[in-house]
T-cell receptor, first 114, second 111 residues
Framework: DTAVSQTPKYLVTQMGNDKSIKCEQN?????MYWYKQDSKKFLKIMFS???????INETVPNRFSPKSPDKAHLNLHINSLELGDSAVYFC?????????????FGSGTRLTVV | TQLLEQSPQFLSIQEGENLTVYCNSS?????LQWYRQEPGEGPVLLVT?????EVKKLKRLTFQFGDARKDSSLHITAAQPGDTGLYLC???????????FGTGTRLQVTL
């Protein structure tokens, strides 16, 4: 009965490969997010979708492409992986605006590019 | 770019001690949240404060939002090993969905 689930938990891949991370929430929330946490534990927003519509698109290389097939799912596809993409990627959701309701985070996907 | 600086970066204390973590910015936020993150897990929301000067208590944790809504503090009384983790503040402007996270404070409480 996990609220926000991400798969896989760990991902080790070579430079140049393409990979996807999947996220699903069973909370009935309308808004979902992708955040990147670097080695210094700094969390930075990448994308946000509200009911399948992209509402936040930060300065992220266009090798990163989010897709939301429905409001319960938000996937992240990364093309041509680079060493600097190594980080922990967190999916999150919120009932309404994150400012009011806060986020519920998944447990993260640790991506290591070698 | 809004920046939330937390201090201290690291804190190692013994069980029973008190501590305060600070979250400062030059920007005004409409609301501010505190999260705790444990190794291998995502951050978990502790509290949201929205009014300048607001104080909220969660058992041994006391959260305060600065009068000007540019800063916040988290005070823990009689820390326990279970308080160990990474504490993150996060601010929002307006009714935005986007949260800007702070630089984090890593707390270790030992017996």
């Amino acid at each position: 009965d996990t609220a926000v689930s991400q798969t896989p938990k760990y991902l080790v891949t070579q430079m140049g490969n393409d990979k996807s991370i999947k996220c699903e929430q069973n909370l009935g929330h309308d808004t979902m997010y992708w955040y990147k946490q670097d080695s210094k534990k700094f969390l930075k927003i990448m994308f946000s979708y509200n009911n399948k519509e992209l509402i936040i698109n930060e300065t992220v290389p266009n090798r990163f492409s989010p897709k939301s097939p429905d409001k319960a799912h938000l996937n992240l596809h990364i093309n041509s992986l680079e060493l600097g993409d190594s980080a922990v990627y967190f999916c999150a959701s919120s009932q309404g605006p994150g400012a009011t309701y806060g986020y519920t985070f998944g447990s993260g996907t640790r991506l290591t590019v070698v | 770019t809004q920046l939330l600086e937390q201090s201290p970066q690291f804190l190692s204390i013994q069980e029973g001690e008190n501590l305060t973590v600070y979250c400062n910015s030059s920007s005004v936020f409409s609301s501010l949240q505190w999260y705790r993150q444990e190794p291998g897990e995502g951050p978990v929301l502790l509290v949201t404060v929205v009014t300048g000067g607001e104080v909220k208590k969660l058992k041994r944790l006391t959260f305060q939002f600065g009068d000007a809504r540019k800063d916040s503090s988290l005070h823990i009384t009689a820390a326990q090993p279970g308080d160990t983790g990474l504490y993150l503040c996060a601010g929002a402007t307006g009714t935005a969905s986007k949260l800007t996270f702070g630089t984090g404070t890593r707390l270790q409480v030992t017996l």
